[in-house]
């Protein structure tokens, strides 16, 4: 059998068939058995030493091949591969979050100043902060959920919306003022939103008031929330990915051609994502397409960077169709209806319960499975159902988790059953930590 570089391309030479033919030709040489140069015997050692050394040779020639080759490389002999046509591997960001500092009224909290949450990542102040005076309380007004006040050096938040009666006090999470249950924040008579990001690069979560401890410190700086989620980064582009985006890329050059104009489309600002239906027939689809028409379903970006797009790339004669309409102008200043579509949000409501493994669990654990579901959700393409066991798989991504005994999903609130919930072509299911119920507990690995 040859091996090398073949017409066929190139073949690996095997350490089997390496020391195969060193024992041969050394048996021939020396006039012996070849089943007397066995691992056992000092020539058959030292044979077997040259021959892994070969292999490693073969191996070298082999990576080398590859890196020639766009689909088989990997790693910085890829990125030099996707260079050459434009294409540059996508960096790791920060993940990003507007945190409430709280403290006395004119402290400056500087670019850079460190926060942590109960997971350990750290955050830094992006700009300068300075914070202002807040409210102080006042009995019987009606305070609105989100209101900020300050009574007896203490900053509270309120957590649900009612007529105040007695002024909050002490440090709780729900402490009970007449119909408005405040969460205190912090030490302080003022208050500033400032913008933070991760240290670290990567897709690092942060659940609304999990940031909550100071690592800098400040004087006069008494306390910090996370009103929101963080809006999390991204990881450094995969190898995987990165090969795909290549080749999308790559098909921009084309005029008319599906690739071309999926690439076109995908490429608007702001566009998260793009599914088409195309018609090559003279009869109106299964789909609801129309005879030599096309229908864009597009997340994201602006309606008429669409429509002008729609104009640019799809051919003449070729119908567009869809829920929203508009138009664009062309060079000789005509205006040309254009549709296209708006996948229909399809709202998900789960109930998970599970069990956990106490010595890995992490502080919010419950919390991690609901930002898990909602990270599954959203890499899920339109048109695809939702079934239960597939919510559950996306749980056991959080350190612990042992089992879920149960997944139920629905279009409700407080679904009951383990099901498959079906999604129209058009629709796309939606999650929101709202709609996310999870009831956990600890149990023996």
């Known amino acids: 059998m040859s091996f090398g570089l073949l017409p066929e391309g190139f073949l690996q030479k095997p350490q089997e068939d390496i020391r195969s033919d060193m024992n041969a030709s050394v048996a021939q040489s020396l006039g012996i058995e070849a089943s007397a140069l066995g691992d056992a015997t000092p020539l058959g050692k ?5 021959s892994e050394r070969l292999a490693s040779i073969w191996q070298l020639l082999k990576d080398v091949d590859s890196s020639q080759n766009p689909d088989e490389a990997t790693g910085a002999a890829l990125e030099t591969l996707c260079a050459l046509t434009g294409t540059l591997r996508d960096i790791a960001t920060v993940s990003t979050v507007d945190v409430l500092c709280v403290g006395d009224n004119g402290t400056v909290i500087t670019t850079g100043s460190q926060i942590k949450g109960t997971e350990e990542n750290l955050f830094e102040a992006v700009n300068d902060g300075v914070l202002s005076g807040v409210s102080v309380w006042t009995s019987g007004i009606f305070a609105t959920i989100g209101a900020i006040i300050t009574n007896v050096g203490n900053i509270y938040y309120a957590t649900n919306g009612g007529i105040t009666a007695t002024a909050p006090t002490g440090t709780g999470d729900a402490i009970v003022d007449g119909g408005v249950i405040w969460k205190y924040l912090g030490t302080g008579d003022a208050i500033a939103t400032i913008p ?8 690092i979560y942060a659940v609304p008031f999990s940031l909550d401890t100071i690592i800098t410190p400040i004087g006069g700086w008494g306390g910090v929330a996370n009103l929101l989620n963080a809006v999390p980064g991204q990881d450094i582009e995969k190898d995987a990915i990165l090969r795909l985006r290549r080749e999308t890329e790559l098909a921009k050059s084309g005029a008319c051609t ?7 489309m995908s490429a608007i600002a702001d566009v998260t994502r793009v599914r088409a239906f195309w018609n090559h027939t003279d009869v109106v689809d299964a789909d609801g397409v129309p005879a030599h028409g096309v229908e864009m379903l597009i997340q994201g970006g602006n309606d008429q960077d ?8 799809v051919g003449g004669g070729i119908e567009t ?4 309409i508009g138009s664009a102008i062309d060079s000789e200043g005509v205006s040309h209806v254009r549709e296209f579509s708006r996948p229909v949000e399809l709202e998900i409501y789960v109930a998970i319960t599970c069990t956990y493994d106490a010595t890995l669990w992490p ?17 899920q393409i339109t048109g695809k159902d939702v079934v239960s066991s597939a919510v559950a798989s996306a749980c056991f991504s959080v350190p612990g988790v042992l089992d879920v005994s149960l997944a139920n999903i629905g279009t409700s609130a407080a679904p009951a059953f383990e099901t498959t919930v079906a999604v129209a072509l058009r629709e796309q299911a939606v999650y929101d930590l709202t709609r996310i119920t999870v009831t956990s507990s600890g149990a023996t690995p």
């Open 306 to 313: 669409i429509f002008d797009a729609l104009l640019a790339y």
């Open 46 to 50: 030292i044979l077997a030493i040259y």
């Open 321 to 324: 169709q869809g829920n929203t």
């Open 196 to 203: 933070f990001q991760s240290v670290e690069r990567g897709e």
């Open 363 to 379: 502080t919010d654990g419950d919390d991690q499975i609901k930002a898990a579901i909602i990270t599954w959700g959203q890499a």
């Open 258 to 264: 599906v690739d071309a104009v999926y690439a076109k």
